[in-house]
């Protein structure tokens, strides 16, 4: 099918794909500095131990098991004036702002329980805003064109601007959290309190720009709930993408958490330097999985890709430490593909799922997907402190609040398998389950044909309300 199949209203101008991209700045400017920055705050700065943040961790994991495919079906059932995803997005922008701000406010001298409390609590509530904008911005996606290529240049665009905010997210802590010698955390909650402020406001840019399509608001009817589980859990195509998806969530989160350690205790560079070295071909490699899109299709594009970062990642237990940067070059290009490709695929299963359904459903797809992804996060947060206290890992907390650069031996080793080695089986994985992922081809070709046919039909209808009115 040519790109010319599709109507005029999905090729999308510059300025649009520019604002479609501004909420993603925002977005993973703040994700950025929590999962980079959480860990390592609460167990080498505070001192809260392993055990503690294992239990928050946990109990994370479960409210994440509910809010998500919850604000998910209710987006999707949602009708308004002013669409049923848009509204969501921009009134919680606020919140997510406060609430990302409380996480870092701990009171720096508190006991271990009252640390775990303001841990857990906050993260709950930050999660929870962050669920409801990340599940609407994704489910928007597939909304506004049918053509993967137009998909493919939104995100595009959202994992440029997104790749900018997590690297920001990166730097920005660096810069500001206590190095060796100092104790003062009074830049770092100055920092927190003007990124929360400059997200909210992109965030809020991108929803008075962006526009809904109306005939999914009120053509389309809701669909019962144990309907809407049944036609979700029955999709073989989803659940395949939703396992390999695990892999990659995981993959990525243990990266995060993982990077100053790899460049504080491994390497004993500046972590500015090493991020370039991560950043750079990831940011590289986000357009040119549109030619690897255009040579192998958009799964057969994400296994390859995936292996790239697979082989990278599991390399770096291996090699002597001056080979390591270039392991994390090929890890990053590699990661260019689950960055810009996922929520593609993800495209593709709600088309299919419309033609059973007979309604635009991403909203249930993307917060199931959260439900069974999110706990990796949870994996990770715990994988971390678990693997650095048993291989007798010194933390700064200990040593009188000075870095310890002479860590034992297992330590270093520790910090090399959490941030390679796992995060690498893992891709690889995620690149062999997509093996049986059945929407490629003819068949793939054969859907996006009737959804185009499915989608004139529901503008007629639209058109035939307002005109009654």
């Not at 809260?48 to 994991?61: D, N, V």
């Not at 959202?158 to 990166?170: A, E, K, P």
């Not at 057969?300 to 237990?317: K, N």
């Amino acid at each position: 099918m040519t790109e010319q199949t599709y109507p005029e209203s999905t090729r999308l101008s510059f300025s649009y794909k520019f604002y479609w991209g501004v909420a993603a700045l925002g977005t993973s400017l703040i994700s950025g500095i929590y999962g980079g920055l959480l860990t390592i705050f609460y167990q080498d700065y505070l001192g809260l131990s392993a055990r503690w943040i294992g239990i928050a961790a946990t109990i994370y994991a479960i409210w994440n098991a509910v809010n998500d495919p919850l604000f998910g079906y209710i987006t999707d059932n949602t009708r308004s004036k002013r669409g049923r995803r848009i509204p969501y997005m921009r009134f919680t922008a606020p919140f997510l702002a406060l609430t990302f701000v409380l996480v870092w406010f701990a009171p720096p001298q508190a006991g271990q329980q009252t640390l775990f409390w303001w841990m857990l609590v906050t993260m709950l509530l930050y999660d929870t805003c962050y669920t409801i904008i990340g599940l609407v911005y994704s489910s928007l996606l597939p909304e506004v064109t049918e053509s993967d290529a137009q998909r493919n240049g939104l995100q595009i665009s959202s994992s440029l601007f997104g790749m900018l905010g997590t690297l920001l997210g990166f730097l920005i802590p660096d810069l500001v959290r206590p190095k060796s010698g100092e104790s003062s955390l009074v830049p770092l909650y100055v920092a927190m309190v003007i990124v929360a402020l400059v997200s909210m406001v992109l965030i809020l840019i991108t929803t008075f720009k962006v526009k809904e399509r109306r005939e999914f608001a009120i053509v389309d009817q809701p669909v019962p709930l144990l309907k809407a589980i049944k036609f979700t859990f029955t999709s073989k195509a989803f659940l395949i993408l939703v396992a390999e998806n695990f892999m990659s969530i995981l993959m990525s989160s243990l990266i995060l958490g993982s990077i100053f350690y790899l460049a504080d205790y491994v390497l004993q560079w500046p972590a500015m330097q090493l991020l370039a070295f991560l950043f750079i071909p990831l940011i590289a490699g986000i357009p040119i999985t549109s030619l690897v899109r255009k040579r192998f299709g958009v799964v057969g594009a994400q296994q390859f890709l995936l292996v790239l970062a697979g082989v990278g990642l599991m390399a770096i237990a291996l090699v002597p430490p001056f080979l390591i940067p270039a392991c994390i070059v090929l890890a990053g290009f590699g990661l260019s593909g689950p960055q810009t490709l996922t929520n593609i695929l993800f495209a593709q299963v709600a088309d299919e799922d419309e033609l059973r359904s007979g309604q635009r459903r991403e909203g249930a797809f993307f917060g199931v997907n959260a439900l069974i992804t999110k706990p990796a996060q949870s994996i990770a947060l715990w994988i971390t402190p678990f693997i650095l206290e048993r291989t007798n890992f010194v933390t700064r907390a200990s040593n009188l609040g000075e870095i310890f650069l002479d860590q034992p031996d297992q330590a270093i080793m520790g910090i090399k398998i959490f941030s390679g080695v796992i995060p690498g089986v893992a891709c690889l994985l995620g690149a062999l389950i997509l093996v049986w992922y059945p929407l490629r081809g003819e068949r793939l070709k054969a859907i996006q044909e009737k959804v185009l046919a499915l989608h004139h039909e529901k503008k007629q209808k639209l058109d035939e309300k307002l005109a009654e009115i």
